[in-house]
């Protein structure tokens, strides 16, 4: 009766403040979309009046209509039997704060029901709304134009006809006429279903499904669909890093026995039962599970590269490889092992020196906290031997004569080519006019280069230029025996190869990929 079938395309509200209830519906896209109920209505208001002027409920309910046909002064009979008479703007102040809150309560449910969006219009039916005031409330408490809220009246009965042809314009009119034609037009559209145990009586706009059923009880989107849980964020080295949190379950929905979803469709007498979803596990990491301490930290033992464990802090206290990571944390994964535990987990073996970068260790008296940077590169000796031997399971493996004897004659076959290297230098020096008389040759011929290989600084000697080739008669890096598809050179972070020029600082990268 009120929003006819043309208007529900339109996102309207209708309120039906009734005595005890106060009943509202919403239209969408050309159906009802959601129905609801409130507890408070017209007799909220006539206690209100009641309490005021010391009356019963019935006295209360006559001034109540006076008032709102805009009698001025309303003549009513208190308890003690005493006639009295009230007038009009009394009574607007009584129910100035009783119709405030019922406004706003009718509001906050209209903007529920409408999945938390503000409707286009709002109209009102039945007698609780009939004051003349109440939708200007209404349309204040939902932020809409007042034009917008209105009662509905003559304009719904354009059809309707009374045996004395007189109008029928009154609000409190809609609700009994529309029953009325509802039963005449058999066009009940209401079902019931039974959800987890429990009756619940649905609108049917012909597309009802679960969803609609579950929505009806309170159940929301965070019922049904599967709920993540928390993500872990935290620090290393100075880095955010995050952990996602693991997605639950989805809700388990059964319709009349069946495994169903939330767009089986609902029909009359149904029996659903919904499981709430659940929420997955919360992210979560071990210190030992990150990349930085897996990857471990290499030293360069004997010509080897050996790997050791990195050290963990957590918020600055030191932690083992199995601690949780909490969010907020701060980890540091070191870089370097300090001096004093390296050498004791290398446990050199007696009659044996260790030397550190080319500077030998006394392992008496060192600086325990000095830091150990990786590919720091770690000799250990035979006292009273100038050869370094490799050392396996804490044992020095000693060479052949053979394997001696082979070794220097390469190196000196490197030297005759050396040589070879440097006459051609001087002879290009000579010719570019210098006067090298009284000039020391390796002041002419050769020139130190600093630069850093796998983070390990390397000197460079012996010539005027340098290739990356070169590198190799200063820096440990076995190519003898295939660890790997090709060996990688990198200058300050570009990819190169062994005969590209290297020049002072650059930034070396030499490994097996």
């Known amino acids: ?113 409408n999945g938390g969006e503000r409707v286009g219009a709002v109209f009102i039916v039945g007698g609780g709304g009939k004051n003349p005031e109440f939708a200007g409330l209404l349309s204040e408490a939902i932020g809409l134009p007042e034009s917008r809220v209105a009662l509905r009246g003559e304009e719904v009965f354009t059809n309707i006809v009374t045996p004395d042809n007189t109008p029928v314009n009154d609000p409190m009119m809609v609700t009994p006429i529309g029953i009325c034609l509802n039963y005449y037009e058999q066009n009940n559209n209401f079902i019931v279903v039974k959800i987890n145990g429990v009756d619940i009586k649905l609108y049917d706009n012909g597309k009802l499904n679960v969803m609609d059923a579950v929505l009806s009880i309170g159940m929301g989107n965070a019922d049904i669909f599967p709920k993540k849980g928390k993500d872990l964020t935290f620090t290393v080295n100075g880095n955010t890093k995050t952990v996602k949190g693991h997605n639950g379950e989805s809700a388990f929905i059964m319709v009349n026995g069946e495994e169903a979803g939330v767009i089986t ?112 590169i770690i000799d250990i000796v035979k006292n009273g031997d100038n050869s370094i031997s490799q050392i396996v399971n804490n044992k020095p493996e000693t060479k052949d004569k053979n394997e001696e004897t082979s070794a220097l004659k390469d190196r000196y076959e490197q030297l005759v080519e050396k040589t070879k290297v440097l006459s051609e230098e001087l002879d290009k020096i000579k010719s570019m006019g210098v006067n090298v008389e009284g000039m020391k040759v390796t002041e002419l011929l050769s020139k130190d280069v600093q630069v850093t290989v796998n983070n390990v600084p390397v000197l460079l000697q012996g010539k005027h230029t340098y290739t990356f080739v070169d590198v190799l008669d200063f820096y440990p890096f076995n190519t003898s025996t295939l660890q790997g598809t090709r060996i990688v050179c990198k200058r300050n972070g570009a990819e190169t ?10 930034i070396l990268e030499l490994y097996w990929a």
């Open 1 to 113: 009766m009120a929003i006819p079938e043309k208007f529900r395309l339109l996102n309207l509200a209708l309120v039906d403040i009734g005595a005890g209830t106060s009943d509202i519906c919403i239209t969408r896209e050309g159906s009802i979309t959601g129905y609801g109920m409130l507890p408070c209505a017209g007799d909220y208001l006539t206690e209100s009046i009641m309490y005021a002027l010391l009356t019963d409920f019935a006295t209360a309910e006559q001034v109540k209509l006076d008032f709102s046909a805009n009698v001025e002064n309303i003549p009513y009979t208190d308890v003690m039997g005493t006639k009295q008479t009230v007038t009009s703007s009394y009574i607007k102040e009584v129910l100035a704060e009783p119709f405030k809150k019922l406004a706003h309560l009718i509001s906050d449910k209209i903007t529920e029901l």
């Open 265 to 376: 469709p609902v029909k009359c007498n149904d029996i659903i039962n919904v499981k709430g979803s659940t929420v997955g596990e919360d992210g979560h990491m071990k210190a030992g599970g990150l990349d930085e301490y897996k990857k471990g930290i290499f030293f360069i033992i004997n010509g080897k590269q050996v790997r050791f464990e990195r050290k963990i802090k957590v918020n600055g206290r030191e932690e083992g490889r199995d601690y949780d990571i909490l969010t907020g944390d701060s980890v540091e994964i070191s870089d370097y092992i300090n001096a004093g535990e390296l050498f004791k987990k290398l446990d050199v073996p007696e009659g044996h020196k260790l030397i550190l970068n080319n500077r030998v260790i006394d392992l008496d008296n060192f600086d325990p906290y000095e830091k150990i940077y990786e590919n720091y």
């Open 497 to 506: 190869d062994f005969f590209s020029p290297v020049a002072e600082g650059d």
